[in-house]
C-alpha cells in the first residue's frame, strides 16, 4: 500500500518544519496506540491538519500564496472575492441589511476583498463574522485586516464556534475540501473495506482492514448502484464529516443561503472507473503529489468534493438547492465581465495581472471547470445570479 518514502521531487524541508513533524507524528503514534495500534485515515487528518499548535492549520506554515504552499482563487484575484459581494447583495435587497459569516477565512484576503467591495456600494453587512478552525489562521487574518482595512475592522467579528441561530449569508471557499475524510476500498461481492494509518519499523504506513462503520458501508453501497462493476481494488473516499458539518450549519440557519466553493465533482463523476486511486491530493511548496505519510503537520492533505452528498445532506436538513455550477459560470453570472471593464487600465502591470488572474478563474484548464459553487437557501425564495448563467443541479 506504500509506505512513506521521500523520494519524490520535492525540495528540502526546512529543520524547524522537521521538528514539527517529528512532534505530529508523536501525537499520531500516541492516537495510535490508544486505538490497537491503527487509526483510520479521517482520524490522521484531524491530527496531522488541525493538532492545536502543531496541526499544518495551526504551525508556522506558511501555508497560501507564492511563499506558501498553494494558490486560492481569492489570492489570484480580487475580482473573486468582488463577484461574491454581487451576489452578497442581491440576497441582502431580499433580506435587507444582515450579517455575512466566512468559514474558513485562510490569509484573510477574501473578507477583505468583499468588504471593500460591500462598502463601496454602501451594503456594509451588520456584522463579518468569521469562524476558522485554526487559531493562527484567526490572529493571522486580524492582522491582515488591521493592516489593510482599519476603517473596517469595527464590523469583524470572529467565532470560536459555529453559532446556534444565524440569519444572513454564509460562504466558504475550500473548506470543504479541508475536512478530513475516510478511505476506503471497493472488494467484490460488497467485501468493502478501509484504509488505516499505522507505524511499521519507525514509519508511518497504510494498511487495509474492516470498515470503520456502517455509515461508509451504506455510502459505498450508493456507489456500486452507480457504477455495479466498479473494480476489486478500486481505492476511493468517502466524506462522513461534511454530512455532520452541513447539519449543523443548516440548523444555525434561520433564514438566508449558503455559498460553497470548491473543487470537486457530482458522486457518478467522482468514482468513475478512471478515479480508481482516489482524489487526494498532498501540497508542498506549490508541488502537488500523492503521498499522504509525508511530513505529517507540514504539507497540505486535501481531497475533491462529493457534491451530490453535500447537496443531500442540505436536502436532509430541508434546505432547498439554489443552484451548483462551474466557478467559470458562477462568476459571469455574477458580473465578472462588467467588474472587469470598471478596472483601471492605465496601470498596464496592474491590469496584465488582472487579466491573467480571470484566465486563471475562469478557464476550463484552470480553476473555470474543476471548482464548483453550491448555494442552498432557507426560508427565502429568490433567483440568485451566481447560477443565471447556468445552472447544473439537476446533475447532482
Ligand atoms: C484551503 S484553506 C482556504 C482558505 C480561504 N478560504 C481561501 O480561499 O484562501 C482552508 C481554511 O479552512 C479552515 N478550516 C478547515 N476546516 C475547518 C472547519 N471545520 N471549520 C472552519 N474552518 C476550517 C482552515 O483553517 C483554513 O483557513
Not at 255 to 280: A, C, V, W
Request: negative net charge.
Amino acid at each position: 500500500m506504500g509506505a512513506a518514502n521521500n523520494s519524490e521531487d520535492l525540495p528540502p524541508i526546512d529543520r524547524l518544519a522537521l521538528a514539527n513533524s517529528l512532534e505530529v507524528t508523536a501525537l499520531l503514534t500516541q492516537a495510535m496506540a490508544k486505538h490497537g495500534g491503527h487509526i483510520t485515515f479521517d482520524e490522521f487528518m484531524h491530527i496531522a491538519m488541525f493538532a492545536p499548535g502543531r496541526g499544518y492549520y495551526d504551525s508556522m506554515n506558511r501555508i497560501f500564496g507564492d511563499g506558501g504552499d498553494f494558490t486560492t482563487a481569492p489570492e489570484i484575484s480580487p475580482l473573486f472575492g468582488q463577484c461574491i459581494a454581487q451576489q452578497i447583495m442581491q440576497i441582502m435587497e431580499h433580506m435587507g441589511q444582515t450579517d455575512v459569516l466566512e468559514f474558513g477565512a485562510g490569509s484573510g484576503i477574501l473578507a477583505e476583498t468583499i468588504l471593500l467591495e460591500l462598502d463601496k456600494h454602501e451594503r456594509l453587512p451588520q456584522t463579518y463574522y468569521i469562524h476558522d478552525i485554526s487559531p493562527s489562521l484567526r490572529k493571522r487574518q486580524f492582522t491582515r485586516l488591521q493592516t489593510n482595512i482599519p476603517q473596517l475592522l469595527h464590523k469583524v467579528e470572529w467565532l470560536n464556534d459555529i453559532p446556534t441561530r444565524f440569519d444572513g449569508i454564509m460562504l466558504g471557499n475550500e473548506v470543504l475540501d479541508a475536512l478530513p475524510v475516510h478511505r476506503v476500498i471497493f472488494r467484490r461481492n460488497r467485501r468493502y473495506t478501509e484504509i488505516y494509518v499505522t507505524e511499521k519499523n519507525g514509519r508511518l504506513v497504510l494498511e487495509e482492514g474492516p470498515l470503520s462503520s456502517v455509515e461508509l458501508q451504506h455510502e459505498m453501497d450508493r456507489i456500486t448502484q452507480l457504477w455495479p462493476d466498479i473494480a476489486d481494488g478500486y481505492q476511493s473516499e468517502i466524506n462522513l464529516g461534511v454530512k455532520r458539518w452541513v447539519a449543523q450549519v443548516s440548523q444555525a440557519l434561520g433564514k438566508g443561503m449558503i455559498l460553497l466553493i470548491d473543487y470537486g465533482f457530482t458522486r457518478k463523476e467522482y468514482y468513475q472507473p478512471s478515479n480508481h486511486k482516489g482524489n487526494l491530493m498532498c501540497y508542498f511548496q506549490h508541488h502537488a503529489h500523492s503521498n499522504t505519510m509525508l511530513y505529517p503537520g507540514v504539507q497540505d492533505v486535501t481531497c475533491h468534493v462529493n457534491f451530490s452528498l453535500v447537496a443531500e445532506a442540505f436536502q436532509d436538513q430541508g434546505l432547498n438547492i439554489a443552484g451548483y455550477t462551474n466557478q467559470g459560470f458562477f462568476l459571469a453570472g455574477c458580473g465578472l465581465e462588467a467588474l472587469y471593464q470598471q478596472q483601471d487600465t492605465q496601470d498596464e502591470e496592474k491590469f496584465l495581472r488582472l487579466t491573467r488572474g480571470i484566465e486563471q478563474l475562469i478557464m476550463p484548464t484552470a480553476m473555470g471547470e474543476t471548482f464548483k459553487v453550491i448555494g442552498v437557501t432557507k426560508n427565502i425564495t429568490q433567483d440568485t445570479i451566481g447560477f443565471s448563467v447556468s445552472n447544473l443541479k439537476d446533475w447532482l
